[in-house]
């Protein structure tokens, strides 16, 4: 019995239950649930929701000013720009889509379905609201029909005004006024990210239609192609281009039912290099190079274009400078346009820091050398002129390249190691941690590009390129240790002391294994290899500085071996020590 009075009591329940979780299918959704954004159904959608009124029956969409966009619709879509992304593919982020018309729009035509709010006063008291039917009139007691289909929305009040004056010529005031404009559905397809059935007011325009349905694909859509069809004919033809290069965009108001549909994407070239707008263009079969450049709008101080040829069996390119013809040039799909600065600099710029007095900054003569920029300086007495170092951005950027592939072997070597055992394998991955955090601090290294200046050099054989920098050292009496020691510090120098003293007062070596890295960098940047348990055969100078590598404890060869060279090379090119 306790049984069947639990069961019974189940049962009775259960309805509660049901209406509390609010299982789909079962319950309604409360009357103060936010709207949900229309998904269209599997299937035809039958012809009598379409057209008549235009509203769904029992399922009708509140306007457009009270939906709630959906999280796809919220989101902005974040594009890249290059020269293989496609022109205008920044347009469509979702900006489009979460704004919509809203206020007094005189121009809109009132169609089926539209509500009108009419009052009449003096003779005739009314007061309503009136829906325009099927046959686009409203009726009026008394009056009778008006009709009111395609009647701008600024004309609505002298048309009312004029039915009625033709039964009441006189002691009746008329005030007649758009109330609500029937919400539509419009077709989006063709090449956008998600085509569908989108509601909206037919005052917006395509670019929030296209948003809501994702953009325009990448890969398939079009921008210069989109077209408006209603009732089966294209009656408006839109190129993106125009509103994204002059503004131009046709006004169209939209009816239930059209359709917005991209077409295929056209062919296209990429253009990049000194342009102020790179990107992917689309055109008819080929076009003029001129006015390929005018869309990408080309720098001022750009000289030359180079089109890579990408449709001939073998890749070809061909130079041109910008001042030549290049309307009868003409770029076809596949082809890759460039825009460069080709011309020889008349003069460069050098600059100078450290001891020294006056300007920094110097202009000389295309060919001119070290010895043109050191006569113009004035030096002090403090300057060192032993030490002097010479830094060049594409000497950087070479040692930035070596760095950095010396970081790939690494990391590949790391990937791919192979482990026997449990244990090893165990071991494997504690050292490709301690790898990984490696690799991340020496790829933020920034190499110096400092060129040697050996002993003895001739600064008048040495020419200087644009963006030189020259360092003129302080006369330093001191010697600084760095590394793997228990104290880093500076210390006076002292005269035949060896490399040993210095690393004794400094508290040691702070690693054992560590005496074979030791390295001695002279002001000028040279890096001489301190051999010899006791460091006796090398000299320190006034300035220089002892750099200590720390040794790499690890049971792979070939890790050891390229870690090594890491730490070397970030020493050499950015003067600082790094351990793992």
Known sequence: MKHLFAIGAVLLLLPAILSAQQLPGITSPPEDAAPQSFQRPAGPMPMDRLHGSGRLQQERQPPPSEQQESPEDEALRSVDVGPETPFGAYLFQGRFAQSGFQGFNPDYTVGVGDRINVLLWGAVEATQQVVVDSRGNIFLPTIGPVNVLNVRNGDINDVVQRRVRATYEEDVGVYAALATADPIRVFVGGGVAAPGLYPASASVSILHLIDRAGGIDAESGSYLDVRVRRSGEIIQRVNLYRFLLEGELPTLQLRDGDTVFVGPRKASASVGGLVQRPARYEFEEAIPLDELLRYASAHSRATHVEIVRNQTPRKEAEVLPLNADLSRVHVVAGDEVVVFEDRRIGAITASVRGEFEGVSRFVLPQHATLADLLSRVELTERSNLGGISLFRESVAERQKEVLDRMLRKLEEAVLSARSGTREEAQLRVQEAELIK???????????????????????????????????????????????????????????????????????????????DKVFVRRANGAMELARGGLFSRTRVQPGDEIMVLPSVQLKSFQFTKDLTQVISQVALTAGVVLGI
């Open 437 to 515: 955090e490696f690799i991340e601090r020496a790829s933020k290294t920034e190499p110096r590009g400092q060129v040697i200046l050996h002993d003895g050099f001739d600064p008048s054989r040495i020419a200087l390129e644009h963006g030189d920098i020259i360092e003129i050292p302080r006369v330093k009496q001191t010697v600084a240790v760095q590394g793997e020691v228990f104290a880093p510090t500076s210390l006076v120098h002292q005269p035949g002391k060896s490399v040993d003293f210095y690393l004794q007062q400094a508290g040691g070596l702070s690693q054992p294994g560590d005496a």
